[in-house]
C-alpha cells in the first residue's frame, strides 16, 4: 500500500496548511500520515558533529519509510518559511545508514495562504531545493489556496467542500504518481 507523509511548513496552533494535511489525511487515511517538525533545533554543524538531534533522526525515518512526502507549505515573503527550511536542511544531511532520504523520493508540494496568490510563489522557491536533492517532484496538479481564512474555521480546519474536493483530486494523482 502507498504511504505518504505529510508535513507541514508551519508550527502555528490554528495552521492552514497543517488544516490541509489535517483534510487529506482524513480524505485517504490508510494512505497519508503526518509528521511534525516542531522539535526541530535550527541547524548547526556543531550539534551534527555531536550526533544528529532525535527529532531529526525520527523524521528522518519516517521520511524513509514513505512512498512519497506532501509538504504543505506557507508563503513567507515570496518564498519558502525559515522553520520549514531548516527542517529540510537537517533531512538532507546524508548519513551511513540512510544515504540521502529525498533522492528518488515522491513529492509534492501544496499551499494555503490568507493572501491572494495562494502560495505560488513559495511553492516555486521550493522546486530548486528539491531538484538539488535529487527528489521526484510531481507536477501533475497544483493545489494553491489564497484567500485561507474563507476555506478554514477558527482552528485552522477545512470547512470548504470545494476545496475538500480539489484536494482529494489532486492526492488521486500523487498517489498514482507515489505508486508508478
Not at 533545533?41 to 550526533?51: H, K, S, T, V
Not at 527550511?85 to 544515504?99: E, F, V
Request: include cysteine; charge should be neutral.
Amino acid at each position: 500500500m502507498t504511504t505518504i507523509l505529510g508535513i507541514s511548513g508551519s508550527l502555528r496552533q490554528a495552521s492552514y496548511n497543517s488544516g490541509l494535511l489535517r483534510a487529506a489525511r482524513d480524505l485517504r487515511p490508510a494512505h497519508i500520515e503526518l509528521a511534525s517538525i516542531a522539535g526541530i533545533p535550527l541547524f548547526n554543524a556543531d550539534e551534527e558533529a555531536e550526533g544528529m538531534p532525535a527529532a531529526v533522526t525520527a523524521l528522518r525515518q519516517r521520511v524513509l519509510a514513505a512512498d512519497g512526502l506532501l509538504l504543505a507549505s506557507p508563503e513567507y515573503n515570496n518564498s519558502v518559511p525559515g522553520v520549514a527550511k531548516n527542517a529540510i536542511d537537517w533531512l538532507s544531511r546524508a548519513s551511513s545508514d540512510t544515504g540521502n532520504v529525498f533522492k528518488g523520493k515522491a513529492v509534492a508540494i501544496i499551499g494555503a495562504t490568507p493572501g491572494g496568490f495562494g502560495t505560488i510563489m513559495g511553492q516555486s522557491a521550493w522546486l530548486p531545493v528539491m531538484r538539488t536533492l535529487r527528489a521526484r517532484i510531481w507536477t501533475g496538479g497544483r493545489l494553491l489556496v489564497s484567500g485561507a481564512g474563507n476555506h478554514f474555521d477558527e482552528r485552522g480546519d477545512l470547512v470548504d467542500g470545494e476545496l475538500r474536493k480539489r484536494l482529494d483530486d489532486f492526492l488521486e494523482g500523487f498517489l498514482h504518481f507515489c505508486a508508478g
